[in-house]
């Protein structure tokens, strides 16, 4: 088995229909379907079994699948440090972070870093799902959620309160809520995975039973626009409220849990030079809004 044969097992072993498989490998489906059925030729062994739930390995391909993973680690391994000894301040760096942290301090860096350095070429995904480092899906990202992967270095580049925001117009349409009465008669926007997930939801650890919810959003760049707009009350940094000229309410309370932002990547590509001249562009971006001024990797 050649890695590509094995790039394709592993795609069909993970996203368990050709359909998906061949999205992930970027083929259509039936040279998907080819290249299984010309390895379990060749290989003299069925590999998946055809089920209505989609393709399921056999124990053969059970452990192919495992070879293949093998090989698949030690491929990034060298594509990890080959690009680790990499000294040009040229080259491509792929950096995946959210709609909202890539609009407000992404961006500025790039431009920045793009002045300074006008052949480091950059992949941006605005993305609210967690990547795979590991996998290589992107070099570097930056997210609000701090990793436990041991093979990634970490660096925190802001730590912000939540506070409660509304638009100027709606307060004057609706006024502000009372504490204690769980936002009765007033009409709020919510991040919709936090509210599909929540028995009882709350904003600033205030029950928010006796509201309605107008609108939920599945980003925190729509969550802001919503507020923006006057259709409700919602939760957001604060950092990000005053970007946005909006209005706090309780301006004396905030939520229990701050908004972290984290820089990710593996340690194999951290001294890569133009990784490096990326990474410090980022953490300056971030330093003048309560970041550390030069935030140390963990």
Known sequence: MNWDDARVLLALGRELTLRRAARVLHVDQATVGRRIAAMEADLGSTLFLRTPAGYQLTSVGEMAFAMAGKMEQMALELIRRTGGMDNELAGEVRISTTDSLACDFVMPAL???????????????????????????????????????????????????????????????????DPGTGFKGHDLVMYEPYWRDRAQPTLLDEPIDQARVVMAVNSNMLLRRSIAQG?????????????????????GRTAGKPYEVWMVTHQDLRHTTRMRLVMEHLAR????TGGPANPPFE
């Open 111 to 177: 431009k920045a870093l793009h002045l300074a350095h006008p052949d480091i070429r950059i992949v941006l995904n605005s993305t609210s799902e967690v990547v795979n480092l590991s996998r290589r899906e992107t070099d570097i990202a930056i997210r609000n959620l701090r990793p436990d992967n041991p093979d990634l270095i970490l660096r925190k580049l802001a730590e912000w309160p939540m506070g409660l925001f509304a638009a100027r117009e709606y307060l004057e349409r609706h006024g502000q809520p």
């Open 231 to 251: 259709l409700g009350i919602s939760e957001i940094p604060i950092e990000m409220g005053r970007r946005d000229g909006l209005e706090r309410i309780w301006p």
């Open 285 to 288: 971006s971030f330093a003048n």
